[in-house]
């Protein structure tokens, strides 16, 4: 028994879309796992939230007053 085997022009176009397909998932992929490898662990708060200022109750244009101290 033999078989014959031919790539036509059609099945070589869909190997290729697949190829490419495959191509394009490995990448998204390989983002995805980028993104969770870089993020932060949980339960830590963000740089930029660590060095904020809490915001001041003065209006606009007006400078905070200053600290009191109690005597």
Known sequence: MQYTLS????????????????????????????????????????AAALTATPPSSAPVGEAPSPPVAKP
């Open 7 to 46: 790539l036509t022009t059609r099945m070589m176009t869909i190997a290729g879309l697949c190829l490419l397909l495959l191509c394009v998932l490995l990448f998204l992929l390989g983002v995805e796992i980028g993104k969770k490898i870089s993020s932060p662990a949980e339960g830590t708060a963000p």
